[in-house]
């Protein structure tokens, strides 16, 4: 009886001793990691439903509608609410850069990167960090992802790659915003969803927020922004609630977009023809065929589960 008795209470003892960090990690009770989460500061929006200081944001769509103009537009409101920020422009030229922008008044805060094309890094995301730590900026804007020299068709690299942004990211407590191009399939008729991105799998799993631009079929000027993903807060422009806007010049010669409100997804998308329709069923019965669910048929083909369904039967 006083053996069981002292083995109950060396198993207590054990249960109860404190936590040993090893491996690389850090070992805490729940608990305290809870009251400690309690004593963080609150989140601070630095574009509201776009951008989140500390976070590290994806904002992808379709070449040619707009990403950068969009982009711009972002970087410029957190640069004149006092944050040093650096833009790394893979994309415009300084001649593309006149044309859309007449008047020269970005606050000083908005600092802009190009590549030396005589002298480029060998290591693009080792020269972002040099250049933006030099620099002592405390947000980075990179323009676009494909500049950082690694395929995302393979989902490893991909992985890699995001590992790398949040090392980055954490290191230097940076906001990170990163633009990503998606195939031509996911505009038009094609609701916006992190399965349109390359390396998707990969990419959603170790970003914080997606955020995606799509062409409306109402008018050539008009894009619509959608949250697809949304860590640290709850998700607000959702499919029944994305946002509207108007691609023109303002007062000063300047592009930009302009808030046309809030709308549904759904009023934005094209009308499929027959024909469209037709390949989206034979497309479905495939996959379906190859014992596939309906709600992975849905997230592969970018579409809503309920649709896979109605096509099914039909």
Known sequence: M??????????KALQESDPIDGGGFHVERMNQCIDEAHQLPPLVPLFPDIVLEGDLCIIFGQSGIGKTIFAMQIARHIAENGKRL????????????????????????????????????????????????ANHVEVVFIDNITALGQSLDRSADAGTLMASLNTLKKKYNWTLVVLNHVPKMFS???????????????????????????????????????????????????????????????????????????????????????????????????????????????????????????????
């Not at 006083?2 to 198993?11: G, K, L, P």
């Open 2 to 11: 006083a053996e069981s008795s002292i083995f109950t209470q060396s198993f």
């Open 86 to 133: 650096l833009y790394v422009d893979c994309e415009m030229t300084p001649r593309q850069l006149g044309n859309r922008y007449e008047t020269a008044n970005f606050p000083p805060t908005f600092l802009r990167a190009e590549m030396d094309r005589e002298h480029p890094a060998e290591d693009v995301l080792k020269g972002i960090e040099e250049v933006a730590a």
């Open 188 to 314: 038009g008729n094609v609701p916006l969803s992190l399965s349109a991105m390359q390396g998707s799998a990969k990419i959603n799993q170790l970003i914080d927020d997606a955020i995606g631009i799509a062409q409306s079929c109402i008018d050539s000027n008009l894009v619509y922004v959608k949250q697809c993903k949304w860590r640290n807060g709850e998700l607000t422009m959702g499919a029944d609630n994305v946002a509207v806007y108007e691609r023109r010049k303002d007062e000063y010669g300047n592009l930009g977009f302009i808030s046309r409100g809030i709308a549904t997804e759904q009023e934005h998308l094209t009308v499929e023809s027959g024909n469209e329709r037709e390949e989206m069923k034979a497309r479905i019965r495939e996959l379906s065929a190859k014992g596939m669910t309906q709600t992975a048929i849905a997230e592969q083909l970018g579409t809503s589960q309920s649709k896979v369904s109605r096509l099914l039967k039909e």
